[in-house]
């Protein structure tokens, strides 16, 4: 027969029973923590998976783009949610305008990483800053002379293709450029 004494459970009439059937309780109990522990921290629900995959990006530059001129570029890795709502409706000219505002109101909110391309440009094939993979959102600002929002968001890919056009960009997965 078992029963409780206290915490314990224990077998009435047993001298050292109790002890085995505590300690197989204390085991089953540790492991569920560490189920518990392992679901939250591997599964995302908290928050865990983060959408920036990237590793690699790279460069091409349409002959003639921007008027022929060099056009500017702003990978932001975004650490703070509050910043997401703002930098979707922001087109390339407000960033590059409002960068250094944006950086005061969120000093350690995000980061940047800035290049500059020329027309007819191939590459630069750029490493994604390891910091990167605890961002929850990644921009790609296009400073071009021509009206545009020069935008995209870039979540997800774990390795993308700018292609910088005379007006505008597209982002493109590595086989999609591989194909033209």
Sequence with gaps: MLRFEGST????????????????????????????????????????DKPIQSRVIEFEV????N???????DIVYVYDQQLVPQLTQMTAHDWFQKRGQVRQ?????????SFEVVPGQKGPIEAVPPK????????????Y????????????????FIALGD??????????????
């Design 167 to 180: 007006n505008d960009f597209v982002i493109k997965p590595p086989q999609q450029q591989a194909k033209q």
């Design 9 to 48: 459970l224990t077998r009435a009439g047993s001298q050292g029973g109790g002890g085995r059937i505590e300690r197989k309780r204390r085991v089953a109990s540790r492991w569920c923590v560490l189920l518990v522990v392992a679901l939250v921290t591997g599964c995302g629900v908290f928050g865990g």
């Design 62 to 65: 349409a002959q003639g783009a």
């Design 132 to 143: 990167a993979s605890q961002a929850i959102a990644a921009f790609v600002f296009a400073n």
């Design 105 to 113: 109101a969120f000093p350690t909110g995000f980061d940047v990483a």
């Design 145 to 160: 002379s021509s009206e545009g929002t020069h935008r995209a968001r870039v979540d997800g890919l774990d390795h993308f």
């Design 67 to 73: 008027q022929d001129s060099p056009i500017a570029i």
